[in-house]
């Protein structure tokens, strides 16, 4: 069995990284009402929905990671269970269910996987999630044995 779980700070910073793009919204939403409040000879209005455009999409993605992002996991060799960012319930998945496993990039380099399966769901397994390189290594194993022994 193989079980990690993400550090309780890691988990509160993911968590409350959506604060910003709260904010954002919030200071433009004052400008709005100063604006309509003291108008001048310019059209605020485009400028107005392109700023708030961006921290819309900001909490879209971020609400995205949190429905993929690993928070703590367990694997019999036959059945993963897991759970995410947004849901504290348990959910599982078959290693039979497991379609690929694909890297997780960023602008920096390699920061874990993404595991996809065939109903289209994808988890992403961060490498700050403890015993996440061994449980890649298990799940290869036990998903494409004859794979394992050429690489």
């Known amino acids: 069995m ?6 309780a700070n ?4 993911l968590r409350n990284m959506f604060l910003v793009p709260v904010a954002l919204l919030a ?10 409040q003291h108008p001048s000879r310019r059209d605020p209005w485009p400028a107005f929905v392109f700023m708030g455009s961006i921290p819309a999409m900001m909490l879209y993605f971020m609400a995205q990671n949190r429905k993929r992002a690993v928070s703590q996991f367990e694997y019999d060799g036959a059945t993963l269970r897991y759970e995410t960012l947004s849901r504290s319930r348990s959910e599982a998945f078959s290693k039979d269910e497991l379609r690929e496993i694909q890297p997780l ?13 065939r109903t289209g769901a994808q988890l992403n397994i961060d490498f700050e999630v403890e015993h996440s390189r061994d449980l890649i290594k298990q799940l290869r194993q036990d998903r494409w044995p004859e794979q394992s022994t050429t690489l």
């Open 2 to 7: 193989i079980s990690g779980r993400l550090s």
């Open 10 to 13: 890691r988990q509160r910073t």
């Open 27 to 36: 200071f433009i939403a004052i400008a709005i009402v100063v604006r309509i």
């Open 105 to 117: 990039r960023s602008r920096s380099g390699q920061r874990g996987y993404v595991l996809v399966f």
